[in-house]
């Protein structure tokens, strides 16, 4: 599988995100990439993790129950390098 991963401006309270989700019942799980000025302070597009268990969710890293299992993939990293359009 090939994906471009673009870096879209988002503005206040907006978000921009690619995601696949799981859905098991209440179980609901999202991975892919975003860009959300809100929860992490800037518009770079950065790879995610988010869970719902019905009465809990959370994102990446702050989660206080989340176990890092490797160190492959940072959870909320930043890409180095986006697309661009006709590039």
């Not at 401006?9 to 609901?28: D, M, P, V, W, Y």
């Not at 000025?37 to 809990?56: K, Q, W």
């Amino acid at each position: 599988m090939i994906a471009a991963i673009y870096n879209p401006r988002s503005i206040g309270q907006q978000h921009s995100a690619c995601r696949l989700k799981l859905i098991k019942g209440k179980n609901i799980i999202q991975t892919g990439w975003r860009v959300d000025p809100t929860l992490y302070g800037d518009n770079r597009t950065r790879v995610f993790i988010h869970f719902d268990d019905g009465t809990n969710s959370c994102f990446d890293l702050l989660c206080p129950s989340f176990v890092i299992v490797s160190q492959n993939i940072t959870l909320g990293q930043p890409f180095p390098h986006t697309s661009t359009i006709h590039g």
